[in-house]
């Protein structure tokens, strides 16, 4: 259970005659709700005019009955659940975002994190360019326009706008005729198609939303590959394919994805559950019970157990009623919430060596809070175990880990840690096995660790956290 935010979700569907659309997006935001929790948004297309409705909140609380049925049928559609990793957390900035000029209009979901926004926005602007938002995906849909006016097709125009992309960017792109899925030449951020029995495409961040609208998931969108989704078939353009090595964020497997989704071929699940069984070789520890930190810590937890022989119990009820703790906003009262959230069995923990297992440790404090509940309930020895390596450097690409100031593994060391959660012993996932918890025993490549390792896959430019936009509007 960690205090930092996440990336976004975006889906997308597309057939050739009308239908329920909406309800389709709806139940593939459902899905993918994990992704973001801060405001949501959809976009339909029938006889090649929008609807849309986008607003602040949750899937469910945004689209009710009335609220569906009101965008109506169409034979195509966008969706978007967001976090806020460039620009406020304000209902402006949230998506889909639609465009219209010339050539027709223009809806975009975006997944990701450009490196180059501030450089990007004030060459923009310089131009005579006026934004409305603070978004780096108003920037990706300015520069696509751009390009559409000396383009002779949508996918023509996207292709060429890629270039001037640094960063993280898996994108799903609704034109008047037309759905394109673009996924940046690091394959930074995951990007998945599949095709439902009645003959619709869908595009998602995750199989899991294909799952949850019982669409049969094809394939991955290859780094820097466009796929065109039109009336005249499927079109895969892979002029930016091979650009750059691939790069898919490892947190994917270790956090971010839904345990039930499969990204690139690997079942996170048990990405999760081999990260566990690492940790047991690599920090085994005499105990009576290993329990899991929910969601994204159990897998591990089971791994872990499974290796070492030692029982798996459940330890920690969460409460399914909280949101996550990163949607409240400051340090004292995600402390506060930690106890709403997560209670403990304590006759799991009573009298016993406990093995706790997390998905990662950032600030410490939240950490803190979990070991004293389990002392209180009885727990004779805290053994932390964490499923990922040292968080020691900022993600520039779709988190709001900015710096190395909020980061308590760049200022102390193991042991010193330990003693600042009060752990009995502590040990994390050894960083050059981190790679194969989604590769079995292939390291290196094709992952980005930056976050553990500081090898950033792209060019990262003069960087601030997610509010850069907003500064530089105000010094303007």
Do not use: W
């Amino acid at each position: 259970m960690r205090q930092y935010n996440e990336e976004c979700g975006v889906f997308g569907v597309f057939g050739n005659s009308d239908t329920d659309v909406a309800l389709t997006t709806y139940h593939g935001l459902y899905a993918l709700q994990h992704r973001g929790q801060e405001s949501c948004g959809i976009v339909i297309c029938r006889d090649r005019s929008f609807n849309m409705h986008v607003d602040m909140g949750l899937v469910s609380e945004v689209f009710t009955k009335n609220v569906l049925a009101s965008l109506g049928q169409g034979n195509m559609a966008v969706g978007h659940v967001r976090y806020s990793v460039t620009g406020s957390n304000t209902r402006q900035n949230a998506q889909p975002m639609v465009f219209k000029h010339l050539k027709g209009n223009l809806a975009l979901a975006h997944n990701g994190n450009l490196t180059n926004a501030k450089e990007l926005r004030q060459q923009l602007e310089l131009s005579g360019a006026v934004f409305h938002t603070t978004s780096d995906t108003e920037l990706i849909g300015y520069i696509i326009i751009q390009e559409r006016l000396r383009s002779k097709s949508i996918e023509e125009a996207v292709t060429r706008a890629m270039a001037h992309f640094d960063g993280a960017y898996s994108l799903v792109i609704m034109s008047p005729q037309k759905l394109i899925a673009v996924r940046d030449p690091h394959g930074l951020r995951p990007l998945c198609f599949g095709k439902t029995p009645d003959g619709r495409y869908v595009i998602a961040s995750e199989s899991c939303a294909l799952d949850a609208v019982g669409a049969r998931l094809e394939r991955e969108v290859d780094p820097g590959e466009v796929i065109v989704f039109s009336p005249d078939g499927v079109n895969y353009i892979r002029t930016h394919c091979g650009e750059a090595k691939p790069s898919l964020c490892i947190f994917e497997y270790i956090y971010f994805a839904r345990p039930d989704s499969v990204i690139d071929g690997v079942h996170v699940h048990e990405a999760r559950k081999k990260a566990g069984a690492l940790l047991a070789i690599e920090h085994p520890v005499q105990a009576d019970v290993v329990i899991g930190v929910p969601d994204s810590g159990i897998d591990a937890a089971i791994g872990y157990s499974h290796q070492s022989g030692i029982r798996y119990d459940i330890g920690l009820i969460k409460n399914k009623y909280i949101g996550r703790s990163f949607i409240v906003p400051q340090q004292s009262e995600r402390e506060n919430v930690v106890k709403l959230k997560l209670n403990v069995v304590a006759d799991a923990v009573a009298g016993k060596r406990v093995v706790l297992v997390d998905d990662s440790i950032v600030r410490g404090t939240t950490m803190k809070q979990l070991i004293g509940m389990l002392r209180e309930a009885g727990a004779t020895e805290v053994h932390v175990r964490v499923s990922a390596p040292p968080f020691l450097n900022p993600c520039f690409y779709g988190t709001d880990i900015d710096s190395r100031r909020e980061l308590i593994a760049y200022h102390a060391t193991v042991p010193e840690i330990a003693q600042i959660i009060g752990a009995d012993s502590l040990g994390y996932l050894e960083l050059d096995h981190v790679t194969y918890i989604a590769r079995g025993n292939s390291p290196g490549a094709g992952y980005c660790t930056a976050c553990f390792s500081g090898n950033y896959p792209t060019k990262i430019n003069d960087m601030q956290d997610k509010a850069s936009l907003e500064k530089l509007t105000a010094s303007t």
